[in-house]
């Protein structure tokens, strides 16, 4: 089942790691959950912890009678008051700007991956201090879903326009955008949106394989078990936000290892027997490049290490806090003066993943250069289970298998 990440892979990578320093995991963790605090969008509750954030998005969808929460800021938008996915303010969950990809789609990817890391390891969440902020973290999404479908055979999936909200640059509070609401009914057919909905709320009630299943098929995208890596050692899948592939292959071998550890079973590959030790060492190989062991020295969380990336692409990031200047930005005014500007965001997203290195483990560090700086939820939900394993290392097993 894991074969596809290991096979030739072990050896180079252990050999790697001890050329490093090791890192904090519970510090990445608690600002890997903070991180989603500053995606927030509504009126915002007094317990928030990004405080350079502002209310926002506290309209959308009125009109339908409609109201609900979400995370902001990232690229695309919500229903009224949840919060944003990428870099944009369009609240839905695409990864492309198209109205058709509707919002909950992403929803589910960040929720997905986030819920089964509280289900497999609240224990060592409980451990850290960290369990209240994940399941808070949670119920801000899981409250969108349930506003979004206000009655029978209707779900809200998206508010906003891609297509105008691409060509602006502004904070969540100042949008100017089309806040169109679009939903799926017996007039807009939409069976796949409904269908990952309702597959994700199965999460709540209990662990199912299909959720291995999900990031299986994410795993293998393009190159079938044929996983690439880069000189330093990444994962690599694909050069926009590579980053989302790696960390969802990485839960499921976390959580797969626990199971033959528990089983006290062996992973069988082509060229013999892998444990599971090896197994979460891989894991620990890609999460350490993450935060820092590369050849570039470089932090790709924003806010862990003293490397980390300056120019996230961003709106909200990149914009001066609303708190500490109020006047309006306009939707070109925003690409004059904040996204053209080469110094650092004026808010430093802590927290945040980007999409990472190239091929050949090349980055740069620029507000434009969206295939690498861009962030997205999905990015960092993987990551609450990894590195609450990770902190409480081999005497953290997951709960699903006790």
């Known amino acids: 089942m894991a074969s596809f990440l290991v096979v030739a892979l072990l050896s180079t990578l252990l050999f790697m790691e001890s050329a490093f320093a ?19 969008s509504r009126k915002l509750p007094n317990t928030q912890r990004a405080t350079w954030r502002a209310n926002s998005g506290v309209g959308d969808n009125l009109a ?61 969440l409980a451990r850290s201090g960290e369990l209240g902020y994940s399941m808070e973290g949670f119920q801000w999404g899981t409250e969108y879903l349930l506003k979004a479908h206000p009655e029978p055979n209707v779900l809200y999936g998206q508010v906003g326009d891609g297509i105008s909200g691409h060509y602006c640059w502004q904070r969540p509070k100042d949008m100017t955008t089309p806040r169109q609401a679009y939903k799926i009914d017996t007039n807009n057919l939409g069976s796949d949106l409904a269908g990952e909905t309702t597959a994700a709320f199965i999460v709540f009630k209990d662990s199912n394989p299909a959720y291995s299943n999900d990031l299986l098929s994410n795993a293998k995208q393009k190159n079938g078990y044929n996983v690439q890596r880069t000189p330093g050692g990444l994962l690599y899948w694909q050069k926009w936000n590579n980053m989302h592939f790696v960390n969802s292959a990485s839960i499921l071998v976390t959580v797969y290892s626990d199971y033959l550890s528990s089983a006290g079973k062996t992973l069988q590959c082509p060229d013999g027997q892998m444990d599971p030790s090896e197994l979460l060492a891989l894991v620990k190989s890609q999460v350490d490049y993450l935060l820092g062991n590369n050849p570039r020295a470089t932090s790709y969380m924003v806010g862990y290490g003293s490397n980390y990336l ?75 289970g990894i590195l609450a394993k990770l902190q409480l290392g081999n005497g953290g097993n997951n709960q699903i298998n006790q």
């Open 310 to 384: 300056s120019q996230v692409h961003h709106r909200t990031s990149s914009i001066v806090s609303y708190k500490d200047n109020p006047s309006f930005v306009s939707c070109k005014g925003g690409y004059a003066t904040w996204f053209n500007h080469q110094g650092r965001d004026p808010n430093v997203l802590v927290g945040a993943i980007v999409g990472g290195p190239d091929r050949n483990d090349n980055f740069a560090d620029e507000r434009d250069n969206y295939e690498q700086t861009e962030l997205a939820t999905y990015n960092n939900a993987p990551m609450v």
């Open 64 to 124: 339908n009678g409609v109201c609900s929460y979400k995370f902001v800021d990232s690229r695309f938008s919500e229903l009224i008051a949840n919060g944003c996915n990428v870099g944009m303010l369009i609240w839905s969950e695409a990864t492309t700007m198209q109205v058709t990809m509707l919002n909950l789609v992403f929803q589910w990817h960040s929720l997905l991956p986030c819920s089964h890391g509280v289900i497999a390891y609240g224990k060592q």
């Open 22 to 40: 090791s890192h904090d995991y519970g510090e990445a963790l608690s600002k890997s959950l903070f991180f989603y605090e500053a995606q927030r």
